[in-house]
């Protein structure tokens, strides 16, 4: 089994700064791809960013050049730097984690969500 804890969410002023990372633990032998997505209320989840176990990265249209997205594979952890935040960008954020056990089954995992408010 897998577990993935976010941290880092919160309320900030449009244009302000929020980090979020995310924490990988538990039978991990590698993590093909980590990611976060969002959900705001009464919308689906949709992606935002991905990076691969190689580091290629993978932003949606709407929070290209304002966030960026990091992995650490030695600590199977995670980042995203959210800059100039829009209040359009409130939304629950949630960690993605596509993980190879050690008994070499792959699964898809997600963590359990951090709120993330922009006020105007």
């Known amino acids: 089994q897998v577990q993935l804890v976010e941290s880092g969410g919160g309320l900030v002023q449009a244009g302000g700064s929020l980090r979020l990372s995310c924490a990988a633990s538990?039978?991990?032998?590698?993590?093909?791809?980590m990611g976060w997505y969002r959900q705001a209320p009464g919308k689906q989840r949709e992606l935002v960013a991905t990076?691969?176990?190689?580091?290629?990265?993978h932003y949606t249209d709407s929070v290209k050049g304002r966030f960026t997205i990091s992995r650490d594979n030695a600590k199977n952890t995670v980042s995203l730097q959210m800059n100039t935040l829009k209040p359009e960008d409130t939304a629950v954020y949630y960690c993605?984690?596509?993980?190879?056990?050690?008994?070499?089954?792959?699964?898809?995992?997600w963590g359990q969500g951090t709120q993330v408010t922009v006020s105007s």
């Open positions: 993605n984690a596509d993980v190879i056990s050690e008994l070499g089954l792959q699964n898809d995992y």
């Open positions: 990076v691969t176990r190689g580091g290629s990265t």
């Open positions: 538990g039978s991990i032998f590698s993590i093909v791809v």
